[in-house]
């Protein structure tokens, strides 16, 4: 069993930025090394989407286009905490954020391929 907690999520213009962070835990021995950790966001109405990964083991990350430039994920695998560091946010960007957990998800970006989630944080941008 793995357990996610997001943070970090508020009200931001648009152009700023925010740093989302995903504290993970589980057994004694736990750690995040074996593990990918991927954010995701839903919007209202909206299917979830993937917006970037990090294979904890490696270092590999993956970017949506939508994000690309604009979001840095990076691990501090110590503390077992992802980080999503959100710059140049739109409006469009608005959303519930969560974490994901998978040791070996078929496809990065897809919600479905992960089994531990965190309860989300919401990221909201508007002037």
């Known amino acids: 069993q793995v357990q996610l907690v997001e943070s970090g999520g508020g009200l931001v213009q648009p152009g700023g930025s925010l740093r989302l962070s995903c504290a993970a835990s589980g057994s004694s021995d736990f750690t995040l090394d074996y593990y990918f950790i991927g954010w995701f966001r839903q919007a209202p109405g909206k299917e979830r989407e993937g917006v970037s990964c990090i294979n904890n083991s490696d270092g590999s990350t993956y970017y949506a286009e939508s994000v690309k430039g604009r979001f840095t994920i990076s691990r501090d695998n110590a503390k077992n905490i992802v980080y999503l560091q959100m710059s140049s946010l739109k409006p469009e960007d608005t959303a519930n954020y969560y974490c994901?957990?998978?040791?070996?998800?078929?496809?990065?970006?897809?919600?479905?391929?992960?089994?531990?989630w965190g309860q989300g944080t919401q990221v909201t941008v508007s002037s």
């Open positions: 994901a957990a998978e040791k070996s998800p078929f496809i990065v970006s897809r919600a479905s391929a992960y089994d531990y």
